[in-house]
């Protein structure tokens, strides 16, 4: 099965700077893209940061000049460099991937289980 696992959240002062892991693992033949995502508290799931597989990026404009997406195709590990930290940027934060599997046999997405950064005032 593919497993996706995320790691690098915590609490940081604002200002601050943290970076997220996100390791994938399995029967995986190819990467499409990958992406990472944020939920606050009472609020959607949002899109913040996608790596494409030709190496170009997208990024939300709240956090556009402050985090940085970048992978490791060879590892399948993707990560998120966010620095300049504001209180608004709390929340899980998600990594997504769009991989073809020698299990399913399709493009998917498969998703990790969220990593909680706390800024702090």
């Known amino acids: 099965q593919v497993r996706l696992v995320e790691s690098g959240g915590g609490l940081v002062q604002a200002g601050g700077s943290l970076r997220l892991s996100c390791e994938a693992s399995?029967?995986?033949?190819?990467?499409?893209?990958m992406n990472w995502y944020r939920q606050a508290p009472g609020k959607q799931r949002e899109l913040v940061a996608t790596?494409?597989?030709?190496?170009?990026?997208n990024y939300v404009d709240f956090v556009k000049g402050r985090f940085t997406i970048s992978s490791d195709n060879a590892k399948k590990t993707v990560h998120l460099q966010m620095n300049s930290l504001k209180p608004d940027d709390t929340a899980v934060y998600y990594c997504?991937?769009?991989?073809?599997?020698?299990?399913?046999?399709?493009?998917?997405?498969?998703w990790g289980q969220g990593t909680p950064v706390t800024v702090s005032s």
């Open positions: 997504s991937m769009r991989l073809y599997t020698t299990d399913s046999l399709q493009w998917r997405d498969y």
């Open positions: 790596m494409f597989s030709a190496g170009t990026t």
């Open positions: 399995g029967s995986i033949v190819s990467i499409n893209a």
